[in-house]
């Protein structure tokens, strides 16, 4: 109501869906198999990779954020930040203290 | 004087003789500290007086009798950035002041000597490392770093001892230290800081400052027979440590001796310095602690030893830097059973209550 | 949550021009109304984030912690079950984006069905769950409880998970910090697994107002906000599936 | 005070309006059920001010029984639980809410040009959500109550008391929810319902604060929220995410509660910035100096405000590193504040002053404000933080900023707009008086503590050593100043709801929209929907404005 443009909405198409669909599909087979795999340190990384990737598929697609407005990529980018700045603030002590005193 | 009230003039008394503003410095640091603090008040009482300058000019001047009619301002760039850049300023200065004052309160110099102190609903137990023990109490020398590592047995508590500006949380689980270096002889407070339960307000006592004279003749008359690294050693032989920890070529378990101090490859392939809080951890939680070339075999005590039974442990393997001692140790205890359950009894027998 | 009714006691002011039955009094458009409801909806989406946030940090800390408790807790935990459910979720998100695009479309039988594919599949992800918490309950692993470490201080004992992974016994100390990796797995899952609850409960709403046609009007908003929250509550699941299952499945 | 305007404008021929949102609908359901944002602050300011004086009665126990040395007038543990209640029902039912859910409920949509906030039900629930934690605090006090702290700190509320911790530990958490709604309805409506021509940067600063404070409540509020639920299970079936006995960390605890907790004090103040700079502008006549400069600042205390959460931890044994990087980022928050109290100094500079009430509570907020945040600075170094801290010097701190300021901006607001509330004035020279009183009794009260703390008194005992009793004698004897100050008030303002002069549609002569309604408002606000067209604080355009309407009159 006020100066800002409401934002025109956009349908996605089904076709967009299912190749969505089959691609979180897909990465959750590739996410369990590459757990089978020895990686050391990185194993956690590829989970979480593969994770986050998934996540932003459906942040984007299913949750249409990739077709909102500012304000709606605004609002995630806000949370994540936030959500980061609790587990990195609270891990940055937890780690520091293992360097000993200084 | 008599139409006085006596209880009004019993407060009078009172406050002409106990009425004070500052606590007295007794402490190498306090003067350290209360530099800044001054700085600080200082600071603050110009910030203070400008506000109220500011703000009692501007009202006489521009009230609306004398200045019935508003000018509008919309605000001054070279202003406003005054007053952002110097308490800016101000306050950096102030961070790294005061962070350097932190260093020094947790950094204890090398030569402190360390006594132990744990918190517990609702009292404070000094150990002294020649096992005088103390109850809401604490003797130290003046003119020598003390370090008080604490810990607690239950809830959160804080160690504060006022005239010596230091104050450190003792916490269930891991150690932490403070030091001092008294600096004037005489009896201050010491409080719990942290609320820990009903009687927190009674978790209070004494640090006495004396003369490293006077402090001798207290070491010595309560004495309690043995020292903490001789508890300590009675109970590495009763737990059967040794079995392990025995400084043969074929030991299952790392050598202690001069292990204090030194620098341990664990297997995950970090190197820790040893010292209390490692050594405490190595006791009650030893597969995180595996040095390297050894077998996660140790078992836990975790449960077992009551914290002060750990003090004399960590002390007894601190005070370890001979291999005399421990083979002392160690001939004492081969007779005593290997097994694993028989050792984890006899432990049992020794929990302290 | 947006219902389709005046609030009491509004009042028409005079001027107004000719709303849809399910526009409030106080928004001046539909479309205002309908961005002020989505990005309320957001914003609530922000408050789940942090509160799963701390949970995640207490995750991340005791892991650093205990790693070898928490590689062998994970191992208790069947993978079958783990992906299944996973791929449950996700085909429960698909159809639920399936719907928002059948009630953006007008097609109403076919939101319907949506919306019951949806819930069918939520009702199979908590039965699976609960089939998954009925064999830690069974397995002495529910922390607090009902627990016991005999799995973790001799391994051997448990030949399921022992044939897989050949398992070394754990040290005492590190294995009574299974317990926490278990209290994790339950408090991440369990609030998962209430959400859950909560948007089926709210399905059963949805399908009942969608066969009436409620949302076949043109005025999909509820379902849309519907939709974020359950996409939602599938990305959390996204993240715990490889945090709690898949920390390291390989054979050492 | 002669330069008080004692004959307010429009006050002479002010008539009270025939229809208003008190009137419009009558009886008890109309207002249980109502979807009225401007109800809706009435019964949170009803139920608000319940509270308050809840908490100010455990506040004259505590006073009282810090009278003497020892502990006299109740055990230990009374007292304990004394204390703890009167931090719990103060900060997560009066000071959370004080001024967002009340002033903020009322105004945000009025000065926006909006006929309500953005999700009316969702504003009813989060009072109702209020009362039922409200309600549930009270019962915990009643069978027993909780000795905790305000801080629910383990291992000491999960293992080593008895009282009723869970029954208060739900109640805050239903508190956080209704307190995360309110937010998340300001954030909602700030964006979405501004009136044409309302741009951010008309907003009045009122606004700009609540934005920033609502962030703060949406985000932080959770994660306190989660922390909770893990207190309740540790202390249920005992799970030990916090118990070092079976490897868990209670400094875990104290990170998750202060990543909440210390935002928590910018919500608190936030709102009540926002009064103060309305207050000043009026009675100067004035715009706010430096408009975008208080409005960045309070954006900025808002995200500052999530990095700075562990400098309640400094003597707690978290990493020296982490000391370091905190104590900075501390002193980078109390810049904004500064810049606060210069902007709002410098407004008066050639405005055209006057004293009523609502300024000068407004003026005991800037000094009692300034000390606050200058304290604060001691406690955010690190150094002097080792001496100072889980003293009475924190006590004194947190007291000044949070009743020095925040209470004081609340009852600056509550004078300000209850002519717009209610319709009628609330006797000028009374109130004055109150204010003054206040002030005193406040300073009396609470300065002395300052003292006690750098002595080393230690805060939330029941009994202390005798050589403190000479300062708390003083500070008893300040509270009890500081009640009179506070029930005045009530009586002053009930007794106006009836006999107090009829206020008229604008009597401060402000420039906001919800000051060119009638008062009291109707309940749409608005007969029709405002067009912006002038800047906030804007008196050049009243003046034009009141011309016209003489011309046309």
Not at chain 2, 231 to 252: K, M, Q, W
Not at chain 4, 196 to 206: A, E, I, V, Y
Request: glycine share 8%; proline share 5%.
């Amino acid at each position: 109501m006020s100066n800002h443009a409401e934002t025109e909405h956009h349908i996605v198409s089904p076709k967009l869906y299912v190749v969505i669909f089959l691609s979180l599909l897909c990465l959750t087979g590739l996410t369990v198999a590459a757990s089978y795999v020895e990686m050391y340190s990185f194993n956690v990384v590829v989970a979480l990779g593969i994770a986050i990737v998934k996540a932003m598929l459906v942040v984007l697609f299913f949750m249409h954020v990739k077709y909102s407005s500012k304000l709606t990529k605004l609002t995630v980018f806000s949370g994540l930040f936030t959500f980061m700045v609790l587990i990195f603030m609270t891990l940055a002590d937890y780690i520091s203290r293992a360097w000993g005193r200084w | 004087m008599s139409h006085i009230s006596p209880v009004l003039w019993q407060f009078l008394v009172k406050w002409m003789t106990d009425f004070s503003l500052f606590p007295p410095e007794a402490s190498k640091i306090a003067p350290q500290m209360d530099a800044l603090y001054f700085f600080m008040v200082l600071v603050s009482l110009i910030g203070l007086t400008l506000v109220i300058l500011l703000v009692v000019a501007f009202s006489l001047l521009y009230n609306k009798r004398r200045h019935p009619v508003a000018v509008q301002i919309e605000g001054s760039t070279l202003l406003e950035a005054t007053w952002t850049i110097i308490p800016l300023g101000l306050f950096l200065v102030m961070f790294v002041w005061g962070a350097l004052i932190y260093f020094r309160v947790y950094t204890p110099p090398n030569n402190a000597m360390n006594v132990y102190v744990v918190g517990k609903q609702w009292m404070w137990k000094a150990e002294h490392p020649g096992g005088q023990h103390e109850i809401n109490a604490l003797h130290v020398p003046i003119n020598e770093p003390v370090q008080i590592t604490l810990i607690s047995e239950d809830v959160f508590h804080s160690f504060s001892i006022p005239a010596f500006r230091v104050k450190r949380e003792a916490i269930p689980g891991r150690y932490t230290s403070v030091w001092f270096e008294a600096t004037k002889v005489g009896k201050y407070h010491l409080f719990c800081t942290q609320y820990c339960g009903t009687d927190h307000s009674h978790m209070i006592g004494w640090v006495y400052a004396m003369t490293p004279d006077d402090y001798q003749k207290w070491l010595n008359s309560s004495t309690s027979g043995s020292s903490l690294a001789q508890n300590g050693e009675r109970l590495f032989a009763s737990l059967s440590c040794s079995a392990c920890h025995n400084s043969r070529p074929d030991a299952r378990g790392p050598n202690l001796v001069g292990v204090y101090g030194s620098k341990l490859t664990l297997t995950d392939g970090s190197s820790i310095t040893v010292d209390d809080a490692y050594l405490r951890q190595a006791i009650l939680n030893p597969s995180q602690h595996v040095t390297q070339g050894y077998a996660p075999i140790m078992p836990t005590y975790q449960g077992q030893i009551s914290e002060e039974g750990v003090i004399d442990l960590v002390q007894y393997i601190k005070n370890l830097d001979t291999d005399y001692r421990l083979k002392q140790t160690t001939t004492t205890t081969t007779l005593l059973p290997e097994s694993q359950g028989k050792a984890t009894s006899a432990a049992k027998g020794m929990v302290k209550q | 949550m947006p219902e389709n009714t005046a609030i009491a006691g509004a009042t028409e002011v005079e001027g107004h021009h000719e709303h849809p039955p399910y526009q409030r009094h106080h928004f001046e458009t539909m479309g205002q109304q309908n961005d002020a409801t989505n990005f309320a909806m957001w914003l609530f989406l922000l408050t789940e984030i942090m509160f799963f946030g701390g949970l995640f940090t207490a995750y991340l800390i005791y892991r650093n912690w205990y790693y070898p408790a928490f590689v062998q807790g994970s191992h208790q935990l069947s993978i079958f079950w783990g992906t299944l459910n996973t791929a449950v979720l996700i085909t429960s998100s698909f159809t639920m984006a399936m719907g928002v695009w059948c009630a953006e479309m007008r097609k109403k039988s076919a939101l319907v069905l949506c919306l019951v594919l949806t819930f069918v599949l939520g009702l199979v992800f908590l039965g699976i769950k609960s089939i998954e918490y009925h064999e830690k309950w069974e397995k002495h692993h529910v922390p607090g409880l009902r627990y016991n470490l005999d799995s973790f201080l001799n391994p051997a004992s448990d030949h399921e998970v022992y044939q897989e992974y050949h398992d070394k016994p754990l040290p005492l100390d590190m294995a009574r910090h299974t317990e926490l990796y278990f209290f994790l797995y339950f408090a991440m899952t369990g609030m998962h697994a209430l959400h859950m609850i909560i948007g089926i409960g709210i399905l059963t709403f949805m399908i009942i107002q969608a066969q009436r046609g409620a949302y076949t009007t043109g005025h999909v908003t509820f379902v849309e906000n519907f939709g974020l929250y359950w996409h939602f509550v599938d990305i959390i699941w996204i993240f715990l599936f490889p945090l709690l299952y898949l920390i390291s499945r390989h054979a050492n | 005070m002669s330069d008080t305007i004692v004959v307010l404008p429009d006050q002479a021929t002010a008539r009270l309006p025939k229809t208003n949102y008190l009137n419009k609908e009558n009886g008890l359901l109309s207002w249980l059920l109502t979807g009225d944002h401007k109800r809706i602050a009435i019964l949170y300011l009803i139920s608000i001010t319940f509270f308050f004086f809840i908490g100010g009665a455990l506040a004259s126990l505590i006073r009282l029984e810090l009278l003497t040395p020892q502990s006299d007038l109740m055990a230990t543990d009374t007292y304990n639980k004394v204390f703890s209640m009167h931090g719990i029902i103060m900060i997560f039912f009066f000071l959370v809410p004080s001024v967002p859910a009340t002033i903020g409920n009322f105004f945000i949509p009025m000065m926006l040009g909006a006929k309500d906030l953005a999700l009316p039900k969702i504003n009813l629930l989060s009072w109702y959500l209020y009362m039922a934690a409200g309600t549930l605090a009270i019962y915990s006090m009643i069978v027993g109550g909780v000795d905790t702290g305000w801080t629910f700190t383990t291992p000491l509320s999960t293992h080593y008391v008895n009282t009723h911790v869970i029954t208060t530990g739900l109640a805050v958490f239903i508190a956080g929810f209704s307190s995360i709604f309110t937010g998340l309805n300001f954030i909602v409506t700030i964006h979405k319902m501004r009136a044409p021509g309302m741009t951010w940067f008309r907003m009045p600063l009122f606004v700009w604060s609540h934005y920033a404070a609502s962030i703060l409540m949406v985000l932080g509020t959770p994660v306190l929220a989660i922390a909770l639920v893990l207190i309740v299970l540790e202390r249920t079936i005992g799970i030990g995410v916090f118990d070092p006995t079976k490897g868990g960390d209670p400094l875990l605890f104290q990170h998750l509660f202060w990543f909440y907790s210390h935002p928590a004090v910018y919500i608190m103040i936030l709102p009540g910035m926002g009064v103060i700079s309305e207050v000043i502008s009026t009675f100067s006549r004035k715009r706010v100096f430096g408009y975008t400069a208080v409005a960045f600042s309070s954006v900025a205390i808002a995200v500052f405000g999530f990095f700075v959460w562990a400098h309640h931890m400094f003597i707690m044994g978290i990493s020296n590193y982490a000391v370091l990087v905190f104590s900075l980022l501390t002193m980078l928050v109390a810049v904004p504040s500064a810049i606060k109290i210069f902007n709002w100094a410098f407004t008066l500079y050639k405005g055209s002053v006057t004293f009523e009430t609502p300024m000068l509570y407004a003026f005991g907020f800037m000094g009692l404000f300034t000390i606050g945040g200058l304290t604060g600075v001691f406690l955010g170094t690190a150094g002097t933080d080792i001496h100072l801290t889980e003293t009475y010097f924190i006590v004194a701190h947190f007291h000044f900023v949070m009743v020095g300021g925040m209470l004081m901006a609340f009852l600056s607001g509550i004078h300000f707009y209850w002519p717009k509330m209610t319709g009628r004035m609330y006797p000028e020279k009374i109130s004055q008086l109150a204010a003054v009183v206040t002030f005193i009794g406040f300073n009396f009260t609470f300065f002395p503590q300052f003292i006690l703390g750098t002595l080393g008194m230690p805060r939330r005992y029941a009994s202390y050593p005798p050589e403190f009793q000479v300062l708390n004698v003083f500070s008893t004897a300040g509270a009890s100043i500081l009640g009179v100050g506070y029930l005045l008030p009530v009586l002053y303002l009930t007794w106006s709801l009836k006999y107090g002069a009829i206020a008229g549609n604008n009597p401060w002569q402000a420039t906001g929209l919800e000051w060119q309604t009638q008062s009291p408002p109707l309940t749409e606000n608005f007969t029709e929907i405002p067009i912006v067209d002038h800047e906030a604080y804007d008196y050049e355009w009243l003046e034009r404005q009141k011309e016209k309407e003489v011309a046309s009159a």
